[in-house]
């Protein structure tokens, strides 16, 4: 059977086994209720990445980060003054929220009161993904957006800053497991980062201040020349680097040679586990033996997709995304 088949195959009973344990949760969850979802979605998506291929993973990043907080509820999303979670200090830069607003407004223009926008913002990191050569999966839906969205709730965000056990430990206290740490930290192979990210990195890395060593000698000249000391923070630069615009496994490859710009990248070699799933999908004959980054990116997402969903009595389906109902 066709290799890519067979984890499309794979994948689809996954979805489906994840159906079945929450009869909530599952695909094609609008099936009858809005057809036009996931259309609506794609199309909106389509438009904003055409118009700004960076926005693909802009809205990449705003699913992650919305799952991590409260789970997958779209409490980022929410515009409540300054002790709105999307002013945490974890969610610098998450952007992306104009384009879940636009899918929103169609939707309640076709069903109204029917699709939640945290549904909404699953389906449009999958699109997205999907627009710059990544996989196609199947999202289960059936989410309900949550009624609590306060900065102090976002203050244990994954951070570039982090050890490797610190990553390891705030991405198994959401169920994921390393392969899910490494998959998901893969995602950094589409978008951009500002140099405010990197200048402790670059400048004062510790213990011991100056670079850090674990910086490839061939790239770091590369690096300060983008990100000078005293410079502009907001400079912006590929985080995959030379392959930013197109979803592939070229980031871990660049982790590996020591040519990953963000820090917390970077620690993904620092442990035996981490080092080891990499390798399955770089090392040298892991294009022929090993298992497909594709097909084990998407798993990953589907399962980060699930944390902490409100379903039942536990939510609401809002009317704008930006408020509470």
């Known amino acids: ?9 794979t ?13 909530q949760l599952r695909v094609g969850f609008y099936g009858q209720t809005c057809p036009s979802a996931e259309p609506v979605v794609r199309s909106v998506v389509r438009n904003a990445v055409v118009s700004d291929p960076n926005k693909a993973a802009v809205l990449l990043r705003l699913h992650f980060h919305d ?21 945490a200090f974890g969610h610098q830069g998450v952007g992306g ?9 169609q939707l309640e223009a076709a069903c109204p009161g029917v699709v939640s926008c945290a549904d909404i913002v699953a389906l449009a990191a999958r699109d997205a993904v999907a627009m710059l050569n990544g996989p196609a999966y199947e999202v289960p839906m059936g989410r309900l957006d949550g009624r609590v969205s306060n900065v102090s709730l976002a203050a244990d965000m ?17 169920g994921l497991s390393d392969r899910d740490l490494v998959l998901l930290s893969a995602a950094h192979t589409i978008g951009t980062t500002a140099c405010f990210f990197m200048t402790e990195r670059l400048y004062n890395f510790m213990p ?11 790239f770091l000249p590369e690096l ?7 410079g502009d923070v907001n400079v912006r630069t590929g985080i995959d680097h030379g392959s930013e615009r197109t979803f592939d496994d070229r980031i871990l490859r660049n982790i590996r040679s020591g040519w990953a710009v963000l820090e917390s990248d970077a620690k993904l070699n620092d442990d035996p586990a981490t080092r080891g799933v990499m390798e399955s999908y770089v090392g040298l004959f ?8 594709q097909a084990d990116f998407a798993e990953s997402m589907v399962k980060m997709g699930q944390i902490g969903v409100k379903t039942g009595s536990n939510g609401e389906i809002r009317r704008v995304c930006k408020s509470f109902n």
């Open 97 to 105: 929220f104009e384009v879940i607003e636009e899918a929103k407004k």
């Open 286 to 293: 892991s294009p022929l033996f090993g298992p497909s980054f």
């Open 224 to 230: 300060k020349a983008t990100c000078p000391q005293n």
């Open 67 to 87: 799952c991590f907080v409260e789970g997958c509820d779209g409490s980022i999303l929410i515009e409540s003054g300054q002790s709105a979670e999307r002013n």
């Open 208 to 218: 011991g201040g100056g670079s850090d060593p674990s910086i490839n000698p061939n």
């Open 1 to 9: 059977m066709d290799r890519e088949l067979l984890w499309v195959l």
């Open 158 to 174: 994954p951070d570039v800053g982090d050890s490797i056990q610190q990553l390891k430990s705030k991405f198994s206290q959401k």
């Open 11 to 23: 994948l689809l009973a996954y979805c489906c086994l994840m159906g079945t344990c929450d009869a």
